[in-house]
């Protein structure tokens, strides 16, 4: 069971709005450690998505955006496309545990 | 463009030795960390650990503190993980990625995965 936890599917239709959530505790997100996020195709290398909280990589585009909050972090994607199918994972940093990655969502585009 | 590539897939026998290598292109290899994540079948994302290649400074996630070895050689910009003898449970892919810094630093690069299966 990881220390971040996500939820394990979410689902959208195409052009919709979906979040996915990031909750952790004091030693970790709520410690003030930074949150990235990360899009992983089956087969393929995981892509950086998100990194510090809330930026962008060059490449990356405008419709995915992430927060963070007290003590847990959301990742939203916006007009949601085909090619957005994919594993989304958040990483953070734990004070016991050291690099700690959330459970992982399916995200689904029905 | 920077790039990780990592070397293929291994199938093994359980007690066996084995060491994986990921090589890195371009000058910066020295000026950053490389990192092991560990993808157990149909699993999630899990940190292994980390090396500073320029200067071998190696930090375990307390999971996988003497599981695994991981080492680097600058001279030829590869960072390796290995294992003195291999488990069932050690089947999984394994990822190499890039980070700036350890502890709370994000992976911006990462090679395309090393498939190790080990079966009797």
């Known amino acids: 069971q990881s220390v971040l936890t996500q939820p394990p599917s979410v689902s959208g239709a195409p052009g919709q709005r979906v979040t996915i959530s990031c909750t952790g505790s004091?030693?970790?997100?709520?410690?003030?450690?930074?949150v990235h996020w990360y899009q992983h195709l089956p087969g393929t290398a995981p892509k950086l998505l998100i990194y510090?909280?809330?930026n962008r990589p060059s490449g990356v585009p405008d419709r995915f955006s992430a927060s963070k909050s007290v003590t847990s972090a959301s990742l939203a994607i916006t007009g949601l496309q085909a090619e957005d199918e994919a594993d989304y994972y958040c990483q953070s940093y734990d004070s016991t545990l050291s690099v700690i990655f959330g459970g992982g969502t399916k995200l689904s585009v029905l | 463009e920077v790039q990780l590539v990592q070397s293929g897939a291994q199938l093994k026998k359980p007690g066996e030795s084995l060491k994986i290598s990921c090589q890195g292109s371009g000058r910066s290899f020295t000026s950053y960390w490389i990192a092991w994540v560990r993808q157990m079948p149909g699993k999630g994302l899990e940190y292994m650990g980390i090396?500073?290649?320029?200067?071998?400074?190696?930090r375990y996630s307390p999971y996988f503190l003497g599981q695994v070895t991981i080492s680097a050689d600058k001279s030829i910009s590869t960072a390796y993980l290995q294992w003195s003898s291999l488990k069932a449970s050690d089947t999984a892919m394994y990822y190499c990625?890039?980070?700036?810094?350890?502890?709370?630093?994000?992976?911006?690069?990462w090679g395309q995965g090393t498939l190790v299966t080990v079966s009797s």
């Open positions: 510090r909280n809330n």
């Open positions: 090396i500073y290649p320029g200067d071998s400074d190696t």
């Open positions: 990625a890039r980070s700036p810094a350890p502890g709370e630093s994000n992976f911006d690069y």
């Open positions: 004091g030693s970790n997100i709520g410690a003030g450690y930074d």
